[in-house]
């Protein structure tokens, strides 16, 4: 059974770049997989961050960026802020939809 | 604009049956499919099922297939999340959530928070 694979914490000092990652437990992530990335924070809905790889959701800051790097969809957030601190998933469609566990990202 | 409002919070006996709902507003509701997703106390987001509201077609995750039941009532734009007989495992946040042509999910309810204890 495939799993959907991301780093289960990072860290991130205010106003650095970070990079989360989206990796699969066999074969590599494409674009073909129409990755998207969604931002959580406690006791509220997801919100959507990145579809289709790489194209930010209405009203999503240009700071948040979607990519592929070697073989794993990437959201990169470039001048962290205190309130991207939330739990960030990531989702890659195999036919139906597959979400990796989260990363709770911490701005300190 | 676009908008999803799920039901209120439920708290049931380990037993007993429940359905949830999900309004869509805003758009055309039978052009999007309409999904269901888990999220247990402190963990990560499940995908339960899917449901086309134009013709109910319907999917699910292997993982709830035969636990749960997904409908759509189109005539009054909401799709259902039923369960016959819950578990105290069935405790948890629902969200429904629109899925685009573009395999993402762009609209989002609010999510329902289901307590099942005795």
């Known amino acids: 059974q495939t799993v959907v694979t991301q780093e289960p914490s990072f860290s991130v000092s205010p106003g650095g770049t970070v990079t989360l990652t989206c990796g699969l437990s066999s074969g590599s992530v494409s674009t073909s997989y129409y990755p998207s990335w969604y931002q959580q924070t406690p006791g509220q809905a997801p919100r959507t961050l990145i579809y289709?790889?790489?194209t930010r959701s209405s009203g999503v800051p240009d700071r948040f960026s979607g990519s592929i790097i070697g073989n794993k969809a990437a959201l990169t957030i470039t001048g962290a802020q205190a309130d991207d601190e939330s739990d960030y998933y990531c989702?890659?469609?195999?036919?139906?939809?597959?979400f990796g566990g989260g990363t709770k990202l911490t701005v300190l | 604009e676009v908008q999803l409002v799920q039901s209120g919070a439920e708290v049931k006996k380990p037993g007993e049956s429940l359905k949830i709902s999900c309004k869509g507003s805003g758009y055309s509701f039978t052009s999007y499919w309409i999904a269901w997703v888990r999220q247990m106390p402190g963990k990560g987001l499940e995908w339960m099922g899917i449901?086309?509201?134009?013709?109910?077609?319907?999917r699910y995750s292997p993982s709830f297939q035969g636990q749960v039941t997904i409908s759509a009532d189109k005539s009054i734009s909401a799709a259902y999340l039923q369960w016959s007989s819950l578990k105290a495992s069935d405790t948890a946040m629902y969200f429904c959530a629109r899925r685009t042509g573009t395999y993402h999910f762009d609209f989002w309810g609010q999510g329902t928070l289901v307590t099942v204890s005795s």
């Open positions: 989702v890659l469609y195999m036919g139906s939809p597959l």
């Open positions: 449901i086309y509201p134009g013709d109910s077609d319907t």
């Open positions: 289709g790889t790489n």
